[in-house]
């Protein structure tokens, strides 16, 4: 367990690759209430989490939000190449790389701070998950995912409000292969000022 929380948020990194072990009840537990205790708009903890705690299912909801890519628009990008993404690699078909469990975060639609809302909690979670040895990723495309025919399916079934709409996933598991080590940090980000 790491305990410098600074150390901690420095060696967190997403991670793409994942063994076939699944997480401890106790610890999904922790991860969720990381999320619960995010900070969130005025107060209103209004997002919500769904939890794909299985693999196939993760598997098929993976594959949709792949789908999901738009690569018309991503000449040069570049992710990683020791973790790559579906960005570096247009061979991987789940956009969860194969993690045993997802939660999906779900924010109240046309709420002005949804989106930061989302985020902040899927921050909360991967922290908490680092803390306990979990690895993770965040992962993006939450509304085109569950815009998808397949995806309006699952929303029924899991009983979905109408009123909320995913913004984001977090994959959960353990690393497979090499952890890889702290990132450096690009120059010229910060400006202190005094007036
Ligand atoms: C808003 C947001 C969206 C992201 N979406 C994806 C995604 O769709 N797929 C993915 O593999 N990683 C995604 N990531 C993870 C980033 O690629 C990753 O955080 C970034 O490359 C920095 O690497 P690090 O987390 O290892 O420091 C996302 C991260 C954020 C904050």
């Not at 060696?11 to 999904?28: F, G, P, V």
């Not at 020791?82 to 997802?102: H, M, N, R, W």
């Not at 701070?113 to 993006?140: K, Q, R, T």
Request: glycine share 8%.
């Amino acid at each position: 367990m790491k305990n410098d929380l600074l150390e901690l948020m420095k060696e967190r990194r997403s991670i793409r690759k994942y063994t076939d072990q699944t997480l401890r009840e106790a610890d999904l537990q922790k991860i969720i209430e990381a999320g619960l205790y995010a900070p969130n708009a005025g107060g209103g903890q209004r997002s919500m989490f769904v939890v794909m705690n299985d693999r196939d299912l993760v598997e098929r909801v993976g594959r949709i939000n792949a789908g999901c890519m738009r690569r018309d628009h991503l000449a040069g990008s570049y992710v990683s190449a020791e973790q790559p993404s579906l960005i570096d690699d247009p061979t991987i078909k789940s956009g969860f790389y194969g993690a045993p469990v997802v939660i999906a975060i779900f924010a109240q639609k046309n709420f002005l701070y949804n989106i930061p809302d989302a985020f902040c909690c899927a921050e909360n979670m991967v922290l908490e998950a680092y803390h306990l040895g979990i690895a993770s990723c965040i992962v993006a495309r939450g509304e085109e995912t569950f815009a998808t025919a397949e995806g309006k399916r699952y929303l029924e079934a899991w009983k979905v409000p109408e009123t909320m709409e995913c913004k984001c996933f977090v994959l959960l598991g353990y690393a497979d292969g090499a952890y890889p080590g702290v990132k450096k940090r690009r120059e010229g980000r910060v400006l202190v000022v005094t007036e």
